[in-house]
């Protein structure tokens, strides 16, 4: 018992030896204000580094997304249909389809479809 306490003391040392070396080792002094900007074939940049976000298109990647889970989920549905009561079986997936059709119908309704808008 006191060989496995000793080995992890030594490795706690050790690996705390490496992370402070590691630490004073690795930090940069010199902060020099032409390091930091963008580089652009030796000339300032025109514009900005960081480009505009999105929002349209970040909206409809996360509503593909969820779509895209609910459709994964919805696949299990025809393997259970043998191992399941079919009224459960219908019920559970009519109530899930039509989740599925009025969060669509939401979405649709609040014009987060609409890409030309």
């Known amino acids: 018992m006191f060989l496995i306490f000793l080995?992890?003391?030594?490795?706690?040392v050790i690996t705390s030896v490496v992370m402070a070396l590691a630490s004073l080792l690795s930090k940069k002094d010199i902060n020099d204000?032409?390091?930091?900007?963008p580089f652009e074939c030796g000339?300032?940049?025109k514009s900005s580094a960081r480009l505009p976000f999105s929002l349209r298109f970040?909206?409809?990647?996360?509503?593909?997304?969820?779509?895209d889970v609910e459709?994964?989920?919805l696949l299990p549905l025809a393997i259970i249909l043998?191992?399941?009561p079919?009224?459960?079986?219908?019920?559970?997936?009519?109530?899930?389809?039509v989740i599925l059709l009025v969060g669509l119908y939401h979405e649709?309704?609040?014009g987060a479809l609409n890409w030309a808008n």
């Not at 080995?7 to 706690?12: Q, Y």
């Not at 204000?33 to 900007?37: G, I």
């Open 7 to 12: 080995m992890a003391f030594i490795l706690v």
């Open 33 to 37: 204000r032409e390091k930091s900007t």
């Open 43 to 45: 000339f300032d940049p």
């Open 58 to 67: 970040f909206l409809i990647a996360v509503i593909f997304l969820i779509f």
């Open 71 to 73: 459709i994964a989920l």
């Open 82 to 84: 043998n191992f399941t």
């Open 86 to 97: 079919s009224l459960w079986w219908f019920y559970t997936a009519v109530t899930f389809l």
């Open 108 to 110: 649709w309704s609040q």
